[in-house]
């Protein structure tokens, strides 16, 4: 089945310091999508990337859809405390129609932040 | 702004016991979800539907049954409930035509 590759696993930061992280997958995607979750919480979605080579900020976030549409990274600039969680990369297939609406899910990066 | 509930934050019951997790949203979509997390697994799919009374089954359905009659509601059902069912359950939902899923906060159930 398809898989995505999410890295890295983990990252352990200063405050301040910009963070970079990525998902790659053998397969074609026509959504990508951004989640970070808590602990004890859902992910929450925080961009979501519908073209290939777009480039999406919410806030000190970007993310962006790669032109071969096989990955996608996501950018956090001046991180502070409150950016520590888990950080999923998504992608789907299906582009139209409810059934195919399933989401591949990347294995998550665990950030940590040093005040 | 899109809201997801789940029935409980926590969860714990006997093995053999009949489990019933409630998920509503407000926004009207057409698709809704659940999930399973586990640590070092990810999120894997249960159930899913895209209409009322349809569902469809995700990757890993055994031990689960789905119920959806009516739109703003999915209810995932533990017919029996066993000890590898201790998990973090995740709801989700979305509009069809686009794949933004909104998540639950989670119920944490645990089978003693």
């Known amino acids: 089945g398809q898989q995505l590759n999410q890295s890295p696993q983990s990252m352990f930061i200063q405050e301040g310091e910009d963070v970079s992280m990525n998902c790659t997958s053998s397969?074609?995607?026509?959504?990508w999508l951004w989640y970070k979750q808590e602990p004890g919480e859902g992910p929450v979605l925080l961009i979501a990337l519908y073209k290939a080579g777009e480039l999406t900020s919410n806030g000190r976030l970007t993310a962006q859809f790669g032109i071969t549409r096989k990955d996608s990274f996501l950018n956090i600039s001046a991180s502070i405390p409150s950016d520590v969680g888990i950080y999923f990369c998504a992608g789907q297939l299906g582009h139209y129609g409810g059934s195919q609406g399933n989401l591949i899910f990347g294995k998550g990066t665990k950030l940590s932040v040093k005040p | 702004d899109v809201k997801v509930t789940q029935s409980s934050r926590y969860l714990v019951k006997r093995t053999g016991e009949k489990v019933f997790l409630e998920c509503v949203q407000d926004?009207?979509?057409?698709?809704m979800f659940w999930y399973r997390q586990d640590p070092g697994l990810g999120l894997r799919l249960i159930y899913f539907s895209y209409d009322v009374k349809m569902k469809e089954k995700g990757d890993i359905p055994e031990g689960y049954s789905v119920s959806r009659e009516k739109k703003e509601r999915f209810s995932l059902i533990l017919e029996s409930a066993s000890t590898n069912q201790t998990s973090m359950y995740l709801c989700?939902?979305?509009?069809?035509?686009?794949?933004?899923?909104?998540f639950g906060p989670g119920t944490r159930l645990t089978v003693l």
């Open positions: 926004m009207d979509h057409e698709n």
């Open positions: 989700a939902s979305s509009l069809s035509g686009r794949g933004s899923k909104f």
């Open positions: 397969s074609i995607f026509n959504t």
